[in-house]
Nanobody, 119 residues
Framework: QVQLVESGGGWVQPGGSLRLTCATS????????MGWYRQAPGKQREFVAT???????NYGDSVKGRFTISIDNAKNTVYLQMRSLKPEDTAVYYC?????????????WGQGTQVTVSS
């Protein structure tokens, strides 16, 4: 059973930076893509960034130019470097991974890590 564990969240002042990490565990598996979503109180879950196995990345409009997603394929670990943080970036950040099975691709989610941006 593949599991994802996020870390690196916390409190930061506006303009600051944080780096989130999403580590995988649970055996040997292949990943098609990994990514991050976030959910603020009272709002729907929002796409943040994704990276596929080739290294191609995609970002949500609200984070382009400020956030960078990267992956360590050997460790099946994905990172989200967040810079120039704004109060509106405050949310629970969730990691996901698309696991390649014999016939299907299954999306697995982590439990989330809280990011709070305030002065």
């Amino acid at each position: 059973q593949v599991q994802l564990v996020e870390s690196g969240g916390g409190w930061v002042q506006p303009g600051g930076s944080l780096r989130l990490t999403c580590a995988t565990s649970g055996g040997i598996f292949s990943i098609d893509a990994m990514g991050w979503y976030r959910q603020a109180p009272g709002k729907q879950r929002e796409f943040v960034a994704t990276i596929i196995s080739s290294g191609e990345t995609n970002y949500g409009d609200s984070v382009k130019g400020r956030f960078t997603i990267s992956i360590d394929n050997a460790k099946n670990t994905v990172y989200l470097q967040m810079r120039s943080l704004k109060p509106e970036d405050t949310a629970v950040y969730y990691c996901n991974a698309d696991i390649i099975g014999t016939k299907t691709i299954t999306r697995v989610w982590g439990q989330g890590t809280q990011v709070t941006v305030s002065s």
